[in-house]
């Protein structure tokens, strides 16, 4: 920092008396700001990309110039100790004010170290774990210069269509908001002055994942009872536990565009829940409200952003361009730049980036904390945690160590797809491991017969025969395949859902050739697929998303029974794209199907499938087996100030150790506006050795009943409720209690 501005400072913070006290930082801001120029406030407001990746459509600048002027508040897609150190030093030294930027990047599902999707770690049910993994991505994150990922994505998507599921929890209010707030608990942690931790992002706000035909960008219009009760929850939650900042949206919402929205943005983010953090715009989407039709040109694009509420401008230059021409003709107040200024200078006070600015770029501890073993070990057990097992039948896994496997697929032998969409700074060649090096930890060279079959989506039979031969070698038939990574995440929507290019049809002729053979098929995808004809085809299906740098470890840990899966559905598999958008807490119609008749006409059904899914939420096999018993409530009545308590004995009736995801349900029967068949209102997951029982016991209280009417009014109503304590959502209510 210049020696003069620092005297200066110094002055201003010692005038206050803070330098000698606890942190106070809401003072030093305002003191910081009395020095500050109009110009070098929305320079604060101002984020442009350091050109190392791209995330959206490219805009030229000159950044090294903009950071001199003090015009550039954050930096994204700038990563390594070197390259922070070498900018920061320009912020620091160069400009007027000294005052550091903010680097950020999308780490998204890991940062060199990469774990499974997000969606695949959903899976895994499993706070600690998802807690944990997103502590290491922050570790190694931050020992690259970074201060900022733009994660966790929280958006509630019910439809597979939409590319960026795969970033993810899942269709469930309940489990989305719990693993909302693992993730910010994970790269936040419990002191952000601490060099090893980084800015939580809650994005993409909001109701991003409900986009109009699964198009990604695409409109969205919702009640508000259901913006209130369903897709705003999670952001919710994220607020709860302390998250320090915010992503608006690329959509529109009921005829407003997200990155314009004063009614989200301002009256409930702020003034509702009281957000006292800074909100970024996504990639252009302060511009792109000119193409939706809601701002006239870039300067009104600009006016519009600024007073709805998104204090920074990523990527988009309106801002650094127009704000300081909009104040002096009276269209943004000024007090609204400042008060967007000291949200970001809040953060970075909190980070300690005034203290040291250079905390974060250290070349040595860089050296020392990316790729650890112990994250590497991390890495392989999330890959097994969040593989679910779709299908065995006739226990075609775990698999014999003995046998001779025909290993066969496009994905096979990959290095690259295998860490998926939003790899971060993940190495795919260097250091992700495979399905055939993970098989080779487990057998023998003269164990494993190859051939790659085909390519994801070219359509080209040659290979075709030799994987034919080597299934006809081999005991058993192990298959990989699925999507290319970049089939799903940011614009990557699908209308088929099938398994793509050839691959299906090299299955049946491998089923054709060997009919009597065991086949198991290993899925890698960023999104539920239809695989309504594979389940005929094979005899096992292992569902292990992209799951990452161990990944091929990780899922031969479960193939040979290293690990007993657990891990369950958080979207709800359709048996074809025409049931989309299909999941579990969906609302009755006044036709549903009867349980004695469900042939009945003039029901609300289809005349070509079943209602149901091919896999429904939260469903998952094991190795072994689990009886659900004896389910017991402490009342059959409560009042609007108790609780009542749903019991059931969860017993390990088959021959292996294992974990089962117990869930809790409830069915609110009759409300001023209709209620889901079934909501998620708890889960457990538990550890039961063979032959073992226990008595899993939760609680309800009022809070978890309420929701918002149609008047807006978040509340409970005195009524019938049904509950059940069960191993998915496919299930029937057998139990209830009322609420007086």
Same mark, same amino acid.
């Given at each position: 920092?210049?020696?003069?501005?620092?005297?200066?400072?110094?002055?201003?913070?010692?005038?206050?008396?803070?330098?000698?006290?606890?942190?106070?930082?809401?003072?030093? %801001?305002?003191?910081?700001?009395?020095?500050?120029?109009?110009?070098?406030?929305?320079?604060?407001?101002?984020?442009?990309?350091?050109?190392?990746?791209?995330?959206?459509?490219?805009?030229?600048?000159?950044?090294?110039?903009?950071?001199?002027?003090?015009?550039?508040?954050?930096?994204?897609?700038?990563?390594? *100790?070197?390259?922070?150190?070498?900018?920061?030093?320009?912020? %620091?030294?160069?400009?007027?004010?000294?005052?550091?930027?903010?680097? &950020?990047?999308?780490?998204?599902?890991?940062h060199r170290t990469i774990f499974p999707i997000n969606l695949g770690m959903a899976a895994s049910w499993d706070m600690n774990m998802i807690e944990n993994y997103s502590r290491i991505a922050a570790e190694e994150a931050s020992a690259e210069g970074l201060?900022?990922?733009?994660?966790?994505?929280?958006?509630?998507?019910?439809?597979?269509?939409?590319?960026?599921?795969?970033?993810?929890?899942?269709?469930?209010?309940?489990?989305?908001? !719990?693993?909302?707030?693992?993730? %910010?608990?994970?790269?936040?942690?419990?002191?952000?002055?601490?060099?090893?931790?980084?800015? *939580?992002?809650?994005?993409?706000?909001?109701?991003? /994942?409900?986009?109009?035909?699964?198009?990604?960008?695409?409109?969205?219009?919702?009640?508000?009872?259901?913006?209130?009760?369903?897709?705003?929850?999670?952001?919710?939650?994220?607020?709860?536990?302390?998250?320090?900042?915010?992503?608006?949206?690329?959509?529109?919402?009921?005829?407003?565009?997200?990155?314009?929205?004063?009614?989200?943005?301002?009256?409930?983010?702020?003034?509702?829940?009281?957000?006292?953090?800074?909100?970024?715009?996504?990639?252009?989407?302060?511009?792109?409200?000119?193409?939706? &039709?809601?701002?006239?040109?870039?300067?009104?694009?600009?006016?519009? &952003?600024?007073?709805?509420?998104?204090?920074?401008?990523?990527?988009?230059?309106?801002?650094?361009?127009?704000?300081?021409?909009?104040?002096?003709?009276?269209?943004?107040?000024?007090?609204?730049?400042?008060?967007?200024?000291?949200?970001?200078?809040?953060?970075?006070?909190?980070?300690?980036?005034?203290?040291?600015?250079?905390?974060?770029?250290?070349?040595?501890?860089?050296?020392?904390?990316?790729?650890?073993?112990?994250?590497?070990?991390?890495?392989?057990?999330?890959?097994?945690?969040?593989?679910?097992?779709?299908?065995?039948?006739?226990?075609?896994?775990?698999?014999?160590?003995?046998?001779?496997?025909?290993?066969?697929?496009?994905?096979?032998?990959? !290095?690259?797809?295998?860490?998926?969409?939003?790899?971060?700074?993940?190495?795919?060649?260097?250091?992700?491991?495979?399905?055939?090096?993970?098989?080779?930890?487990?057998?023998?060279?003269?164990?494993?017969?190859?051939?790659? /079959?085909?390519?994801? %989506?070219?359509?080209?039979?040659?290979?075709?025969?030799?994987?034919?031969?080597?299934?006809?070698?081999?005991?058993?038939?192990?298959?990989?395949?699925?999507?290319?990574?970049?089939?799903?995440?940011?614009?990557?929507?699908?209308?088929?859902?099938?398994?793509?290019?050839?691959?299906?049809? @090299?299955?049946?002729?491998?089923?054709?050739?060997?009919?009597?053979?065991?086949?198991?098929?290993?899925?890698?995808? &960023?999104?539920?697929?239809? @695989?309504?004809?594979? =389940?005929?085809?094979?005899?096992?299906?292992?569902?292990?998303?992209?799951?990452?740098?161990?990944?091929?470890?990780?899922?031969?840990?479960?193939?040979?029974?290293?690990?007993?899966?657990?891990?369950?559905?958080?979207?709800?598999?359709?048996?074809?794209?025409?049931?989309?958008?299909?999941?579990?807490?969906?609302?009755?119609?006044?036709?549903?199907?009867?349980?004695?008749?469900?042939?009945?006409?003039?029901?609300?059904?289809?005349?070509?499938?079943?209602?149901?899914?091919?896999?429904?939420?939260?469903?998952?096999?094991?190795?072994?087996?689990?009886?659900?018993?004896?389910?017991?409530?402490?009342?059959?009545?409560?009042?609007?100030?108790?609780?009542?308590?749903?019991?059931?004995?969860?017993?390990?009736?088959?021959?292996?150790?294992?974990?089962? =995801?117990?869930?809790?349900?409830?069915?609110?029967?009759? /409300?001023?506006i209709t209620r889901p068949v079934k909501e998620l209102k708890g889960f457990q997951k538990i550890f039961l050795k063979k032959g073992e029982s226990k008595t899993v016991s939760f609680t309800l209280s009022v809070e978890d009943l309420k929701y918002y009417?149609?008047?807006?009014?978040?509340?409970?109503?005195?009524?019938?409720?049904?509950?059940a304590i069960a191993p998915s959502s496919d299930f029937k209510f057998k139990h209830t209690f009322t609420l007086k």
């Amino acid at each position: 920092m210049n020696l003069k501005v620092t005297i200066q400072l110094a002055t201003a913070f010692l005038t206050l008396g803070v330098f000698a006290q606890q942190p106070n930082y809401e003072a030093k %801001v305002d003191s910081l700001m009395k020095l500050m120029t109009l110009e070098e406030k929305i320079g604060q407001t101002v984020m442009y990309g350091g050109g190392w990746d791209k995330t959206g459509p490219t805009v030229s600048t000159d950044n090294v110039k903009f950071i001199k002027e003090g015009n550039m508040g954050a930096m994204l897609n700038v990563y390594t *100790a070197k390259a922070t150190r070498d900018l920061q030093k320009i912020a %620091v030294e160069e400009s007027r004010l000294g005052i550091p930027i903010l680097f &950020g990047y999308d780490v998204i599902h890991g940062h060199r170290t990469i774990f499974p999707i997000n969606l695949g770690m959903a899976a895994s049910w499993d706070m600690n774990m998802i807690e944990n993994y997103s502590r290491i991505a922050a570790e190694e994150a931050s020992a690259e210069g970074l201060h900022w990922t733009f994660s966790p994505m929280v958006d509630i998507a019910r439809d597979p269509r939409w590319g960026r599921i795969s970033e993810g929890a899942g269709e469930d209010v309940y489990l989305g908001s !719990e693993i909302a707030k693992a993730y %910010v608990k994970g790269y936040q942690g419990d002191d952000l002055s601490k060099n090893n931790t980084i800015l *939580a992002c809650s994005k993409h706000y909001v109701a991003y /994942g409900a986009a109009q035909a699964g198009r990604d960008y695409h409109t969205v219009n919702m009640s508000e009872d259901e913006l209130r009760n369903v897709y705003l929850p999670p952001f919710k939650a994220t607020v709860d536990v302390g998250v320090e900042t915010f992503m608006s949206a690329f959509n529109e919402l009921n005829g407003v565009p997200t990155s314009g929205n004063k009614f989200t943005l301002r009256d409930i983010l702020h003034d509702e829940w009281k957000f006292n953090g800074f909100v970024v715009s996504d990639y252009t989407s302060v511009n792109e409200m000119i193409p939706h &039709g809601f701002a006239k040109d870039s300067i009104d694009a600009a006016r519009i &952003g600024m007073n709805a509420g998104v204090d920074m401008d990523m990527m988009g230059h309106l801002y650094r361009k127009f704000l300081k021409d909009l104040v002096a003709e009276g269209k943004v107040d000024e007090a609204t730049i400042n008060d967007a200024c000291r949200r970001i200078l809040l953060t970075k006070f909190k980070l300690g980036l005034f203290d040291d600015p250079y905390r974060y770029s250290d070349e040595k501890r860089q050296q020392e904390t990316i790729y650890k073993p112990e994250f590497l070990k991390a890495a392989r057990e999330a890959a097994a945690a969040s593989s679910v097992l779709l299908q065995n039948n006739n226990n075609a896994l775990p698999l014999d160590k003995t046998k001779t496997i025909a290993l066969i697929g496009p994905l096979a032998k990959d !290095e690259y797809h295998i860490n998926g969409n939003w790899g971060g700074a993940g190495d795919r060649k260097g250091k992700s491991v495979s399905v055939f090096e993970g098989l080779q930890e487990f057998l023998k060279d003269n164990q494993i017969i190859y051939a790659k /079959g085909c390519d994801i %989506v070219k359509d080209d039979e040659k290979g075709f025969q030799e994987a034919i031969d080597a299934a006809k070698k081999a005991d058993v038939v192990l298959l990989v395949m699925g999507e290319d990574h970049g089939m799903s995440g940011e614009a990557a929507s699908r209308t088929n859902l099938k398994i793509p290019g050839i691959q299906p049809k @090299l299955i049946k002729k491998i089923r054709e050739a060997v009919p009597n053979k065991k086949i198991v098929l290993v899925l890698m995808n &960023g999104r539920p697929l239809n @695989l309504s004809e594979e =389940i005929s085809q094979v005899d096992a299906i292992l569902e292990a998303w992209f799951p990452g740098t161990m990944g091929g470890s990780g899922v031969c840990d479960v193939l040979f029974g290293n690990y007993n899966p657990s891990a369950k559905l958080t979207f709800t598999f359709p048996r074809n794209v025409g049931q989309v958008p299909i999941y579990y807490n969906m609302k009755n119609t006044g036709r549903p199907i009867p349980d004695n008749n469900p042939t009945e006409d003039y029901k609300s059904n289809y005349i070509d499938v079943p209602n149901t899914p091919l896999f429904p939420f939260g469903f998952g096999l094991s190795y072994t087996t689990f009886q659900y018993s004896d389910l017991k409530l402490s009342s059959n009545e409560i009042g609007m100030n108790n609780q009542l308590t749903a019991t059931a004995t969860i017993t390990n009736t088959g021959t292996v150790d294992g974990y089962e =995801i117990v869930q809790l349900y409830v069915h609110d029967r009759f /409300g001023s506006i209709t209620r889901p068949v079934k909501e998620l209102k708890g889960f457990q997951k538990i550890f039961l050795k063979k032959g073992e029982s226990k008595t899993v016991s939760f609680t309800l209280s009022v809070e978890d009943l309420k929701y918002y009417n149609n008047e807006n009014i978040f509340g409970v109503e005195p009524g019938e409720f049904e509950i059940a304590i069960a191993p998915s959502s496919d299930f029937k209510f057998k139990h209830t209690f009322t609420l007086k």
